[in-house]
C-alpha cells in the first residue's frame, strides 16, 4: 500500500465549478502537506503548503488538512480553464533525517472546459 | 541564468547503453533529487542529495547511479538502460529553510528501445 493515495481522475469540469481534490495518506509522521501543480510538459511547481493541521487560503485556493482522518483536500473556487493541470499532494515529516524528502500521490489530471 | 536546468530534454537510446542525465542549479541550494514520472505512480523518488559528497537512496535506486562533487551539479546515470526505465525525469533542489518546496526542472524524457 502506497504511503500517499490520489485519485488520478481525470477530472473535468465546467468553467466556474468548485473543484474538490483530495489525498489520504498512512504515515502519522508526515508533519507538512503540499499541493503541487503542473503543466503540460513542465516541471511541478508549489502551490500552497500547510505545517500540520488547519485551512489556508490564497485567492481562489484553499488547502484543508485533517490529520485525525488522516485526509487532505485542495478546493479551487471559481475553476479557470487556466487551471488544468496535474495536482500532486505531498507530504513529509518534520526534522529529523528526512533531508526534505517528499512523499508524492499520485496526481489528479484537472481539465476545465470553457 | 539563474534556476535549476537539465540536459538533455528528450533522449532515446537502446537497451544496455549506459545514459547520463544532467541536472544543474545556480542557486547553491544544498538538497538535490532526481524523480521519475510514470503515469499512475506520480513522481517517486530515485536518489537525494544533502550536500556535495553525500548523496543515499530513495523508493526506486536500482540500476541508478549519482554522483555530487559539487553542490550545482547532481548527474544521474544510467548504468545499462532498461525498457522499464523508459520515464520522465525531474531533477529538483531546495535549500534547508524551507525543504517543503522544490524547485523542479523541465525535465528530461527518455526513451529506452
Known amino acids: 500500500q502506497k504511503e500517499v493515495e490520489q485519485d488520478p481522475g481525470p477530472l473535468s469540469v465546467p468553467e466556474g465549478a468548485i473543484v474538490s481534490l483530495n489525498c489520504t495518506y498512512s504515515?502519522?509522521?508526515?508533519?507538512?502537506f503540499m499541493w503541487y501543480r503542473q503543466y503540460s510538459r513542465k516541471g511541478p511547481e508549489l502551490l500552497m503548503y500547510?505545517?500540520?493541521?488547519g485551512n489556508k487560503e490564497d485567492g481562489r485556493f484553499t488547502a484543508q488538512v485533517d490529520k485525525s482522518s488522516k485526509y487532505i483536500s485542495l478546493f479551487i473556487r471559481d475553476s479557470q480553464p487556466s487551471d488544468s493541470a496535474t495536482y500532486l499532494c505531498?507530504?513529509?515529516?518534520?526534522?529529523?533525517?528526512?533531508?526534505?524528502?517528499?512523499?508524492f500521490g499520485q496526481g489528479t489530471i484537472l481539465t476545465v472546459h470553457p | 541564468d539563474a534556476g535549476i536546468t537539465q540536459s538533455p530534454r528528450y533522449k532515446i537510446t537502446e537497451t544496455g547503453r549506459q545514459v547520463t542525465l544532467m541536472c544543474h542549479q545556480t542557486?547553491?541550494?544544498?538538497?538535490m533529487f532526481w524523480y521519475r514520472q510514470d503515469l499512475g505512480h506520480g513522481l517517486r523518488l530515485i536518489y537525494y542529495?544533502?550536500?556535495?559528497?553525500?548523496?543515499d537512496k530513495g523508493e526506486v535506486p536500482d540500476g541508478y547511479v549519482v554522483s555530487r562533487s559539487k553542490t550545482e551539479n547532481f548527474p544521474l546515470t544510467l548504468e545499462s538502460a532498461t525498457r522499464s526505465q523508459t520515464s520522465v525525469y525531474f531533477c529538483?533542489?531546495?535549500?534547508?529553510?524551507?525543504?517543503?518546496?522544490?524547485?523542479f526542472g523541465p525535465g528530461t524524457r527518455l526513451t529506452v528501445t
Open positions: 542557486w547553491s541550494h544544498s538538497y
Open positions: 504515515n502519522s509522521a508526515f508533519q507538512y
Open positions: 529538483a533542489s531546495t535549500w534547508t529553510g524551507t525543504t517543503y518546496e522544490q524547485y
Open positions: 505531498a507530504m513529509r515529516r518534520a526534522g529529523g533525517t528526512s533531508y526534505g524528502k517528499l512523499t
Open positions: 542529495s544533502a550536500a556535495a559528497d553525500i548523496t
Open positions: 500547510t505545517y500540520s493541521s
